[in-house]
């Protein structure tokens, strides 16, 4: 198995677990255009967004008519929406900045996956693929939904009516993939007989297809970035890889011309004639050992790797290949079956999520190259004898003499032309929503209680017996604390990591102490939040770790709460 795998260090691709997310029940995952936000839908109904460069959470969707679990979750071009489908037959339209529900539509069967359309900003269009019923595009704005064809025949029948949510007396089908193109122009469905459907979806027409090698079901389809090649994953265990062979702008145009000079043959075989010609067949991955079921395949973001989840239970195994066809690596993580895949559309990093809901970030395992720092620092594996040049320490050696510039000084250097960005898609005509502000949140009142008399034990478990404490005790005893102005607030100390001294601060006043005596003698003993104990001169802080800043010159920032010795 392990015999075509090349070698992994010429690979740009994730090599170890960096580490999890949790928040909840995750069900499934996507990243926006720039990767900055990851956004999860979880099992209890709620979506929750990462900020992805920080790993924290900036903001949580729900909706309280909402409580089954998400099917799947998909971003608008620019970040502004946000389209997640539910186990409850709904779907639901976020807007990200303010967290308010745009529109909620249910349907008359469950959405297994849902995507918005690609070509707008603000989309009121998607694509939704129902559990027992044909692919769909569902207009936001009218409330009705347009079934695709799934078939030839029901192509040439003619095109379905628009609906308004009716469901349909037919036969049952099978769960069947679509996606847009780039631009979201056409539509490709993949049916249960192995064939690939090129759809306007505005006349619902069939303009082409192209049958798959062994008509086995279509299970996934997806496009890479670039739009430049299509990905499907099949029940025969296959992964295929198409080279889109239409323009990436104005393909339906494109595709109108095909249908004119195809005057040979007529009907299906027609359509398979302008299909050959719309896509064709580049690569095929399989595990011809092991024989595994594929779990939601899907390109990198540059479009050299795909990638394959094995949908075996109990085994969370993802494959790499590089689009040639060489298999490069299998990571294998914990001992739980994987039901969701990612790839960072900038970075080597990949995001899976489990059975058990927990989100693993794959990322490479970096070593330390000192050559980095100094472009002529070689490394050795082994000692070498090292042999002096003759004009090794010259000032001017010959070989510099001797060297010509490669460089033309005459050439004007051009510094007003803008480079395109390799993973830019759009004319950025709109501002884009790269990162959202997190919103702290507030402790609650019984929680604080609970900590500052947990933590109140274990600071008379620290402090027993040291004179700091025993200090403090005598001066509280003779101390009146009800003229003290700070008893009950809360206040900030710093230590300066030059002097050592600390500055602590509060509403009203800010002072300098050499160390922590000074409040004792006052009367007051600390109690504090319980997670990590920092040791400073003659006490022992415990310290919220969440609270935790570098200010400055100062080397820690901690909040504690006062309260009088009695």
């Known amino acids: 198995m392990n015999a075509p795998i090349i070698d992994p260090l010429q690979g740009d691709f994730p090599e170890v677990i960096e580490e999890y997310l949790h928040h909840g029940v995750t069900k499934c995952i996507a990243f926006n255009r720039r990767g900055t ?34 099917t799947s979750i998909c971003w608008s071009k620019y970040g502004h929406r946000i389209l997640v489908s539910s186990a409850d037959k709904s779907l639901i339209l976020w807007d990200v900045v303010s967290g308010e529900k745009i529109t909620r539509i249910t349907l008359h069967h469950t959405p297994l996956l849902a995507r918005l359309h690609p070509g707008s900003s603000t989309p009121s269009l998607c694509l939704t693929c129902p559990l027992s019923s044909a692919p769909m595009i569902v207009d936001f704005n009218k409330l009705n939904t347009t079934v695709l064809p799934v078939t030839v025949l029901e192509a040439d029948s003619g095109p379905a009516p628009p609906s308004r949510n009716k469901p349909s007396d037919g036969p049952p089908y099978t769960p069947t993939a679509a996606c847009f193109n780039k631009f979201g122009d056409l539509v490709y469905v993949g049916n249960s007989k192995g064939e690939i459907l090129i759809i306007d979806h505005k006349s619902i027409h069939v303009h082409a297809m192209v049958p798959a090698p062994g008509g086995a079901v279509i299970k996934n389809i997806v496009f890479s970035r670039d739009g430049q090649y299509l990905l499907t994953n099949s029940n025969d265990r296959t992964i295929r890889i198409y080279e889109n062979l239409l323009p990436l702008k104005d393909g339906l145009t494109a595709l109108g011309h095909l ?22 067949l580049f690569r095929e991955f399989q595990d011809t050992i092991t024989k595994v079921h594929w779990k939601a395949p899907c390109f990198s973001g540059d479009g050299e790797w795909v990638i394959g989840g094995s949908a075996s239970k109990g085994e969370h195994k993802i494959y790499i290949w590089d689009r040639v066809g060489h298999l490069v690596k299998i990571l294998e993580g914990p001992k739980e079956a994987l039901i969701d895949l990612a790839w960072h559309p900038v970075h080597p990093i990949i995001v899976s999520v489990s059975l058990t809901g927990m989100v693993y970030v794959w990322a490479k395992d970096h070593t330390e190259n000192w050559s980095a720092f100094a472009p002529d620092f070689k490394e050795l594996e082994e000692n070498e004898e090292y042999v002096e040049r003759e004009d090794e320490f010259d000032l001017i050696p010959e070989t510099e003499k001797v060297k010509e510039s490669d460089i033309n000084e005459d050439d004007e250097v051009d510094i007003v032309t803008v480079e395109k960005d390799a993973f830019s898609d759009s004319d950025m005509s709109q501002e884009e929503i790269c990162f959202l502000p997190a919103t702290p949140c507030p402790d609650v009142p019984e929680q604080q209680d609970k900590c500052v008399g947990s933590s109140s034990k274990l600071m008379d478990s620290n402090n027993s017996g040291s004179p700091l404490s025993e200090e403090a005790g005598q001066n509280g005893q003779a101390m009146n604390h009800a003229s003290s102005p700070l008893e009950g607030k809360t206040i900030c100390i710093f230590k300066d990591s030059l002097s050592g001294d600390f500055l602590i601060t509060n509403d009203h006043a800010v002072r300098f102490v050499n160390n922590l005596t000074s409040y004792h003698e006052l009367g007051f003993k600390i109690y504090l939040k319980n997670i990590n104990i920092f040791h400073m001169p003659d006490l022992s802080i415990v310290v919220d770790h969440t609270i935790l800043v570098f200010l400055g010159k100062c080397c820690l920032c901690m909040i504690v709460d006062l309260q009088c010795e009695k």
């Open 259 to 280: 249908n004119k000079t195809v005057d040979e043959v007529a009907g299906v075989e027609k359509m398979k004639a302008v299909g050959s010609k719309c896509l064709a």
């Open 37 to 70: 936000l990851l956004a999860a839908g979880c099992a209890d109904g709620s979506c929750v967004i990462w900020d992805f460069e920080t790993r924290g959470v900036a903001k949580e969707l729900r909706d309280k008519d909402c409580i089954a679990a998400i």
